[in-house]
């Protein structure tokens, strides 16, 4: 039976020789993730089973990014209730304020997940882990209950898109503009409950941070997955991240795809998603006039070293526009170490911007940054729901770093090209 | 099983950040969670909504992120079902596994109006608008997830050892 990248991993985790796409096969997960908000839920159904204990403790992350630092008692609350189950259970992969970065920029950094990998998270975003040839999925809080005791999920074997992509992207696109067109082309459903397999000669010109950004939004089409095929970048990445040797699935040849898409990068151009859904996409040359109050640089989707450079390469020696609150949010510590030392958080500061510690904040509402009622953000981050970044009548744009960068440049929403030196 | 109630109807990609606001994700208390079910796209929900009641919606509904506070605010808001044309599948799994029943059917979705009386057969498969009177048919759940359904959800199934490996 030919498989699909996804489906051989799934089969590898239920050991079996094969799957074929629609069966419900229980699975072995090699990592359960939750985070400050998903894992109270989690703790409280996990203790309502009679499990001797987890089933390791050093195959579980809890990361409290969400809402911390504390934002308010009752995050407060929700942090303690974990820590203590934490050190109840010597979960080895804690990651507490001080330490914690935005959880899918921290696994990975951290040499959590890796290649041929089935990972699971209660987090919708742990999809971003395909970037590295994983098959990572979000989960519900029950889910990670489960997990946390038995080392298994349930699966409904997924069909798959595959996305061929060609050429190399022009110099102002990234993989966020990337993904924002292919959401905008194949509609916020385009891929429900399936796998988005990406392939082609255009991988070799896309960074891991580029394929990090576009995994992470493979939710934001539906999808249950979104995954690269491994390379010599995945190689790399693995080499200098963890010490497992790398495990490669690739698709057969004569694997079965639904639909098989073809994508120029060349042709691609730096694109940006209006309110209030990811696929209500424009390209730069079509947005039009619209006035900014707050820029938002960070989050699991564009929060890395690289968007922070590419953020700092535009902002340098100039200052961000009066009317425009500029956040920028490094994802990790170590990401914030290193910008510290390159010398882009003075950049940041010196052009008038607000450098927090690593959070999720203002992505989610949370916290450090919440819009109000009528005003407008353009972000780095994956969603432009309704009230997503505050007052239900607040708006959020997406968009790349450096449309971003020059956008609270100029205090309305403007293309990284027209600020180019 | 059964369900009867009024239809709360919504449209199409109904994003769990509008089921429950992230700003109320600081408890995972149900009660609390339950009295801002909806809040931001129908201030009225809570207020309208009766035990019994039946969301009725378009595609995609329970989008974004993967916090099971949604289909848990629902639950505990009195909704006995909720009836779409598809669901996102994070919400498909966590409505599953905390035993919040489901179902899909593009066509009820469609004709089912708000207000709308409604009953569900679920042993027999069907849906009933009696304000229409008009029978819908529903696709049965594959045996794996029925046996979750009936237990009460994931972890009561696992319990009771009627988890098989699917395998
Ligand atoms: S940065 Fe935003 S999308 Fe990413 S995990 Fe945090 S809240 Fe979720």
Known sequence: MPMTMSQKIIAAHCGRNSVSAGEIVMAEVDLVLGNDIT?????????????????????????MDHFTPNKDIKAAEQCKFIRTFARANDIEHFYDVGEMGIEHALLPEKGLVGSGELIIGADSHTCTYGALAAFSTGVGSTDMAYAMASGKAWFKVPSAIRFVLKNKPGIWVSGKDIILHIIGSIGVNGALYKS????????AHLSM???????????????????FEFDEKTAEFERAHRQKPSV???ADDDAEYERTLEYDLSQIRP?????????????????????????????????RFEDLQTAAAILEGRRVHPDCRTLIIPATQKIYLQAMRAGLLEIFVNAGCAV???TCGPCLGGHMGILAKGERALATTNRNFVGRMGHPESEVYLASPAAA????????????????D | MNASGKAIKYGNNIDTDVIIPARYLNTSDVTELASHCMEDLDRDFVSRVRPGDI???GANFGCGSSREHAPIAIKASGISCVIAADFARIFYRNAINIGLPIIECREAARDIADGDILEVDFNGGSITNLTANTVYKIKPFPPFLQNIILSGGLLAAADSGALNDGN
């Open chain 1, 356 to 358: 927090s510690t690593p």
């Open chain 1, 39 to 63: 894992s109270p839920v989690a703790i409280k159904e996990y203790a309502k089973i009679n499990s001797p204990g987890v089933f390791d403790r050093r195959k579980i992350a809890l990361v």
């Open chain 1, 405 to 420: 960068a020059a956008s609270a440049l100029a205090g309305k929403i403007a293309s990284p090209e027209s600020m180019a």
């Open chain 1, 271 to 303: 694109t940006v998603a209006f309110p209030h859904l990811p696929d209500n996409t424009r390209t730069i040359d079509e947005v039009g006039e619209v006035k900014l109050d707050q820029v938002v640089i960070g989050s699991c989707t564009n929060g």
């Open chain 1, 248 to 250: 490669v699935y690739k």
């Open chain 1, 209 to 227: 941070e580029d394929r990090l950004c576009m995994a992470n939004m493979a939710i934001e089409a539906g999808a249950k997955n979104g995954i």
């Open chain 2, 55 to 57: 969301i009725v919606a």
């Open chain 1, 196 to 203: 988005m397999e990406f392939t082609g000669d255009g991988l």
